[in-house]
Every structure is written in structure tokens, then in C-alpha cells.
């Protein structure tokens, strides 16, 4: 489940478009909760789509059940654990 009506736009060459989106205070509490041991809704960024010729993509914080398979063919969801 995408966890925000709002899809961004990230690039692969500017680190910080995307951590504008998944801030670094937001990826460390997500991590500790994707961490314990009984998490059944883990917490990350889906990403919807390949980075385009100039590097683009789009990204958006996100929630999934942890046993929820993709629903879109090509897309990815990413959740941070501390490890």
C-alpha cells in the first residue's frame, strides 16, 4: 500500500532529491520498527518505475504488510532494518 497520495521524483545522480523524500531521521525510524521482531506492517519507499536517461524516478514513502506480495510488475518496495 503506497503510504502517501503524493508520488516524487527522485534521481540516481543527486543523493539528496532522494532524501527529500525518505529523510535520514525517517529511514532510522523505520529501521527499528521494521527491526522488531513481531512488525507485521513494515515501513520504507515504494519506487514505481526505472530510472529514466537522465536518472529519474519515481519514489514514495510507503507501507506494506510484511507478507504482501508487489502488486505492480517492475516496481519495488524498499524497507530499512538495523542489522
Do not use: W
Not at 521494521?34 to 536518472?55: C, H, K, T, W, Y
Amino acid at each position: 500500500m503506497i503510504g502517501s497520495a503524493k508520488t516524487m521524483f527522485a534521481n540516481i545522480f543527486q543523493r539528496e532529491t532522494i532524501e527529500a523524500v525518505y529523510p535520514r531521521h525517517l529511514f532510522e525510524n523505520d529501521a527499528g520498527l521494521n527491526s522488531m521482531a513481531d512488525a507485521a506492517l513494515l515501513r520504507g519507499v515504494f519506487i514505481g518505475s526505472a530510472p529514466d536517461e537522465q536518472g529519474k524516478f519515481r519514489i514514495v514513502q510507503a507501507t506494506r504488510q510484511a507478507r504482501e506480495v508487489p502488486h505492480d510488475p517492475g516496481s519495488l518496495f524498499l524497507c530499512p532494518y538495523m542489522g
